[in-house]
Each structure stands twice: as structure tokens, then as C-alpha cells.
């Protein structure tokens, strides 16, 4: 089935990213496929919000890894595979003890490390349109 979110402007990314929460069900491998300055760490921090998450958002651009409590008190991950140029970078911080953790991931360029990902992985596009809004879609 395919799925379609449009983000209109910053001030309907909340909106978006509940919608986001409700449509991926029980998926818990997220990795968001998006040109540079997408929105793919705006979106994500409003995921973050949705869910209750009460740090400070940021991308883990040097980290790799961030972590952070939601609300319900279970932990949530965000990668940014950016840096990473070689499998085994991500294969040394432990990367499969997180995408079977059971615990929702959310991955920034997922394909500097995608043949390490898990088949379930849901894979998300994240366009930006002619007039700067933002479309988020993915196949399930």
C-alpha cells in the first residue's frame, strides 16, 4: 500500500508527523532516504515531539547514534549515517543491538549503510516540491 503525507510548512510538521506515527502501525525501523536539507532531523524532531520526548533534538551527525526517552519511558534512536564510509563504522557502534532492540529507529542517510539493514526496514522519501513543501511517502 502506498502512503503519502503532505508537510504544507513548519507550522503543519506536528500534524504531519502525527498522521506519520498512526500510518507506520508497528513498523520500528524507519530510515528516511532525503536530499540534504530535506527536512529529514525537522521531521524527526517532531516525531520526537509527538511521542513525548522531552530533550533537545538535534542530528547525530557526529554521535551517529542519539538516544532519547519518550514519554511512555521507552528509548528511541536516531541515527545519521552521513559520516559513515565504510559498513564497518556502523557494524562497530553496535548497530544491530539497536535495529533489534525492538525500540523505534529513526535513520538519516540509510543508504551509506543500507545493505545492513534489517528486511523490515521501512523505507521513507522525504521530496521537497516546487513550492517548499515537503512530501513524505513510503510503500508498506
Same mark, same amino acid.
Given at each position: !500500500?502506498?502512503?503519502?503525507? @503532505?508537510?504544507?510548512? =513548519? /507550522? ?6 502525527g $498522521? ?11 530510515a528516511?532516504?532525503?536530499? !540534504?536539507?530535506?527536512?529529514? @532531523?525537522?521531521?524527526? =524532531? /517532531? ?6 520526548? $522531552? ?33 564497518? $563504522? ?9 535495529l ?41
Amino acid at each position: !500500500m502506498k502512503h503519502q503525507i @503532505t508537510i504544507k510548512d =513548519t /507550522a503543519d510538521l506536528d500534524r504531519a508527523a502525527g $498522521e506519520f506515527l498512526k500510518e507506520i502501525g508497528q513498523h520500528r525501523l524507519i530510515a528516511f532516504f532525503a536530499p !540534504m536539507g530535506a527536512g529529514k @532531523t525537522t521531521f524527526t =524532531t /517532531a516525531i520526537c515531539r509527538m511521542l513525548g520526548v $522531552e530533550d533537545a533534538v538535534c542530528s547525530p551527525t557526529f554521535t551517529i547514534v542519539n538516544e532519547y526517552m519518550t514519554e511512555s519511558g521507552e528509548p528511541m534512536y536516531h541515527f545519521d549515517f552521513y559520516r559513515i564510509t565504510r559498513l564497518q $563504522e556502523a557494524v562497530e557502534i553496535g548497530l544491530d543491538d539497536y535495529l533489534y532492540s525492538g525500540c523505534l529507529c529513526i535513520m538519516e542517510w540509510p543508504e551509506n549503510i543500507e545493505e545492513l539493514l534489517p528486511e523490515e526496514t521501512l523505507k521513507v522519501t522525504i521530496s521537497v516540491n516546487d513550492d517548499l513543501s515537503r512530501t513524505v511517502s513510503w510503500e508498506d
